[in-house]
């Protein structure tokens, strides 16, 4: 019972570290896939004299990624409805070219206002709108969720990692002579240690088998909600594969650098 209960206290701490892992790596997902969608749905609005190209504006800024051609009658139109045929054609000749201009990355709001600095400065362009104000709070709730997620899973990161530690330390009285034998006889650190990682290898497995269960079923049953359905239908930010192999080097790490730590922390108590 007591050996269950010990398997118990070093597989949770453990699987506490990979679902912290895990929702990184979602939150990851989640955001490259909402800023793809907020970079497909913004453009700059530009007005000029002269005729703008794709070409002309990548030579001044390669984060510009195309120019979309705005209809002017369709403008004129709405601008100044119930005005008659000969008076929009004499309107439309004075308006100015209007264009989108769309971008290859979303962008922090300070290279945002270079773009348009250099898009002002281009001859014949009147006006340019970056519609800053809602670009920047956007941005900003990104980074701020960002910032507060990977503060709590670092905390959550270490203090898990001084439990691990704590029950290998545990693991390791209990087979202390036996280490102590085999350390007479000269046998290597690593090897006097082989029992802590052979039981810390098994836990680990089990940790990252319930962390797949978990998400398995996160996975399958909350992607149903439909306050998720900003997801779209790519599930797979919810789980991918390529975390079952990430959980398994990263537990893998963290019982190598425990038991490391542990054996070298008895070694030099002994000596």
């Known amino acids: 019972m007591k050996s269950i209960r010990d398997h118990i206290m070093f597989i949770l701490p453990l699987m506490a570290m990979l679902i912290g892992i895990e929702f990184v790596l979602i939150f990851n997902r989640i ?16 007005s000029s004299k002269k005729e703008l190209t794709t070409p002309m504006l990548r030579n001044i800024n390669d984060k510009i990624d195309s120019v979309e051609v705005l209809d002017k009658q369709k403008i004129a139109t709405e601008v100044v409805s119930g005005v008659d045929k000969k008076n929009i ?49 956007r941005h900003s709730l990104f980074k ?19 439990l ?19 350390e007479i006889f000269g046998a290597p650190l690593m090897l006097r240690s082989g029992v802590l990682f052979k ?8 940790a990252t088998l319930l962390n797949l269960a978990l ?12 306050s998720l359905e900003f997801l779209g239908n790519d599930k797979s930010l919810l789980f991918s594969v390529t ?15 425990s038991v490391f730590y542990v054996a070298l922390k008895t070694s030099e108590v002994s000596e």
């Open 89 to 137: 054609e004499t309107i439309l000749k004075e308006l100015p070219h209007f264009y989108r201009v769309h971008l290859v990355d979303y962008m922090p709001l300070e290279e945002l206002k270079k773009i348009e600095e250099q898009l002002k400065r281009i001859d014949g362009v009147l006006s340019v709108e970056i519609f800053g104000k809602s670009y920047h709070i």
């Open 215 to 226: 998400f398995l079923y996160i996975k399958s049953d909350l992607a149903k909600l439909k």
């Open 31 to 46: 955001t490259a896939s909402y800023e793809q969608k907020l970079k497909n749905d913004y453009a700059i609005l530009v």
């Open 199 to 206: 039981m810390a290898f098994i836990d680990a497995i089990i």
């Open 243 to 257: 975390d079952v192999f990430i959980w398994f080097i990263t537990a893998l790490v963290i019982v190598f650098i």
């Open 144 to 162: 701020l969720i960002e910032n507060s997620l990977n503060i709590f899973i670092t905390i959550l990161f270490v203090v898990s990692l001084l």
């Open 164 to 182: 691990i530690i704590k029950q290998m330390e545990v693991w390791q009285l209990a087979h202390k002579e036996r280490m102590q034998i085999m």
